[in-house]
């Protein structure tokens, strides 16, 4: 997710701001990057859990519910 990615880069020492500036220059890329990220995850853990539960699992990783609600339609 876009806010896993942020608190990694925090985490490496780069600043805030600069990781906020990228993500506001690259928000569609990021956007669908999330919304593949999250089908993925939809696709490996259908086998195990219902729909509401892989829900719950990913807004718990970050994922906006938005890009969550996308990713099912697909």
């Known amino acids: 997710s876009i806010r896993e990615i942020k608190y990694k880069l ?3 020492g780069l600043k805030k701001d600069d990781i906020e500036d990228y993500i506001y220059e690259n928000k569609d890329e990021l956007e ?5 990220s999250a089908q993925n995850i939809i696709y490996k853990k259908a086998t ?12 718990k990783k970050g994922y906006k519910s938005e890009n969550i609600n996308k990713a099912f339609e697909d």
């Not at 669908?32 to 593949?36: G, T």
């Not at 195990?48 to 807004?59: A, G, P, V, W």
């Open 32 to 36: 669908n990057y999330e919304i593949k």
């Open 10 to 12: 925090l985490a490496k």
């Open 48 to 59: 195990s859990l219902d729909e509401n539960e892989i829900k719950q699992f990913l807004l």
